[in-house]
Structures are given as C-alpha cells and as structure tokens.
C-alpha cells in the first residue's frame, strides 16, 4: 500500500526480509544444539547467516538505495538462505 500512496511523490517503498542471521540479538539462539540441526533438514543452503553473510544485506541495501534502483517499488527481498521456500519442511514435520 505504502508504494502505490508514496509512489507518486517519487518515493519508493521496498521490504528487506532476512532470516536468522548471527548477531548480539541472536547469540542466545545461536548456541542452541538443535538450530544446527534444524537448519540442515530446513535451510536449503544448509546455514544461518553469519558475518559472512552480512554483504548480502549490506550490497542490498547499497543498491536499494542507489539511483540504480530508481525502478524497483513496492518488492520484498527475502535474504534466509531459502529457509522459506514452498515445500521446505517447517517445525512440525522435523
């Protein structure tokens, strides 16, 4: 709704969507045994984000940002490894 509203005023509304990626907000989470092992039968890259990671966010944002950009409106960039995916098993089926 926010990118039909604000998109004739020229400006864009976009969505960034990580998943669990390790950081001072998810270093409890992080040391749990079994994210390790929901995470190989759940994510299809097999990982949690980690500061390796962090460039693809950071190179998101850069181009959200970037004039390059200027065309993009309205989407939703979805940065978790594919952990959403249709058909990946969720909770209840591990």
């Known amino acids: 709704v926010m ?3 604000l ?3 020229n400006i864009r509304c976009n969505s ?6 390790k950081s ?3 270093a409890g989470l992080m040391k749990k045994d079994w994210l390790d092992i929901v995470t ?3 994510v299809p890259l097999g990982d949690q984000g980690s500061s390796n990671s962090d460039p693809a966010l950071t190179s998101l944002i850069r181009y959200l940002i970037h004039d390059s950009s200027e065309y993009v409106n309205g989407s939703i960039f979805v940065v978790d490894a ?4 249709p058909g ?3 909770w209840s089926s591990l």
């Open 24 to 26: 001072n907000i998810t």
């Open 16 to 21: 960034i969507s990580p998943g669990i990626f």
């Open 7 to 9: 998109g004739p005023c």
């Open 88 to 90: 990946i098993p969720i």
């Open 40 to 42: 190989r039968k759940t």
């Open 3 to 5: 990118a039909l509203e």
């Open 82 to 85: 594919g952990a959403t995916l």
